[in-house]
């Protein structure tokens, strides 16, 4: 923790942009290194390695996830995991789904696809309100039209709010409404435990708080779902035993039964090199722990926070502990001469000439610290932040 050794080729002084996209380690860059190094080599050659990592990598990842490898499939991108559940769900004109405002788009963009084709009736609530007891509240009245489905990302993008996601799931149980839990923004940095928190079906990708490669995503579905999903989209090796007929004759099928379990998302060929990165980086991570990282992380940041108030910025971070992930995002100071649309681009645009990488989505400056970032850097960040505003 707070050691950025496996970082060597990392050029800026302070990264904390890990909940937009993070700098691969050497560790990582070292694996897809090998791999390309096999493909270069020997072409179809590599095809039992890339299929072993994918193993273990997946095992490393139900670790990481809290669920059994079996439960979990690669796919391209959270938002390619989104559409494989929403596309799949055997829907009932007339049913309801509940989205929340303020959520990613992926998380909202394809269940308005799916409601518009299945005739779905889409409720809204806050994701802003399960900063208090307010959001379970309006939770509660929203449940007693029986959705189908609550669809929530664990850790807001924007404002860094982790939701209480078992107590969620455990409300919209006690109404027969299923749930679906984006975790990209939380997977790597906050607890995520999809068994204990029961959710019905998760999506992720790996280039965030996983601190792997972007091309790789991965969707979970609980195993009491998984003979009654309709797969979309399906292929080759959705079917059982798929690859079989490349090594056998007589083996070339298109009867064979689906695969009856969230594997039937990998339908074809993967993105084995980001395989490779995500299996490499997820070695650190799971030797340090996410509670521990977590417990870094916040660390950096309670200093950090207020630093930045005090020099006239506005936190967003929830005052409740436990709604809090690995993001620190706050309404920038005002700068003279820069707009308020553009305020918050400015101050990532000004921290990025001086070597500090933060996002500014929707109006917010978001910085989001990862295991390697030492508290060291924050008098550096400070101190930028003052000469940004004489
Ligand atoms: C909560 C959330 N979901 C999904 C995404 C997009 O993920 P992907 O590009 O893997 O589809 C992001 C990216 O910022 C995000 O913050």
Known sequence: LGCRRLFPDLEV????NHAGISPLSSLAAQAVAEAAAGLARGGAMQLQANLDTREQCRQRLAQLLGCQA???AFTLSTSHGVNCIANSIDWRTGQRIVLLRGEFPTNVVAWLQAAQREGLTVDWLEADDFDSEIGLLKLEEALKSSPRLLCLSAVQFQTGLRLPVKQITALCHRYGTEVFCDVIQAAGCS???????????????????????EGLGYVYVAQRHARSLKPNPTGWLSLEEGLRFLFEADQLSYQRPLVAAPGVFEMGTLNNFGVHALNASLVPLLELGVEAIHAHVNGYLDRLEPGLISLGFVSRRSSDRTRRSGSLSLQPAPLAKVSGCDLAHHWAAELALRGIQVASPDGLVRFAPQWPNSTDEIGFVLESVKEILA
Request: hydrophobic residues 50%.
């Open 13 to 16: 002084r302070a990264y904390l």
């Open 70 to 72: 079996s439960d979990l």
């Open 191 to 213: 607890p995520v435990d999809l068994l204990d928190w029961e959710v019905d079906y998760a999506a992720g990708g790996s280039h965030k708080w996983l601190m792997a490669a």
